[in-house]
């Protein structure tokens, strides 16, 4: 069984830094794409960033220059460093991750962390 488990979620005014971390545990063959997510109610979840394997990264245009998202493919974790932070960057952050477990090497499934809340005030 896979898990993931986020951190690092809170409340601070606006032009503040945060950093989310998401860890997986479990059976772990492989990790090819890690990301975050972000969802405000009323509205579609959204991408955020992502990172491949070989470290290769997108983001959404909302937030390019101010986040920056990281692994540690040693401890099976991913990070969001989010500068410059605005208003608009509240939601409920996700870190989603695509795993291969040891005993089904060749599929990968998709597995969701629990969302972890940001509040950026004005």
């Known amino acids: 069984q896979v898990q993931l488990v986020e951190s690092g979620g809170g409340l601070l005014q606006a032009g503040g830094s945060l950093r989310l971390s998401c860890a997986a545990s479990g059976s772990i063959f492989s990790i090819k794409r890690m990301s975050w997510d972000r969802q405000v109610p009323g509205k579609q979840r959204e991408l955020v960033a992502a990172i491949t394997s070989a470290g290769n990264t997108n983001y959404a245009d909302s937030v390019k220059g101010r986040f920056t998202i990281s692994r540690d493919s040693a401890v099976n974790t991913t990070y969001l460093q989010m500068n410059s932070l605005k208003p608009e960057d509240t939601a409920v952050y996700y870190c989603?991750?695509?795993?291969?477990?040891?005993?089904?090497?060749?599929?990968?499934?998709?597995?969701w962390g629990q969302g972890t809340q940001v509040t950026v005030s004005s």
């Open positions: 989603n991750m695509r795993i291969s477990s040891a005993s089904s090497r060749f599929r990968e499934y998709e597995y």
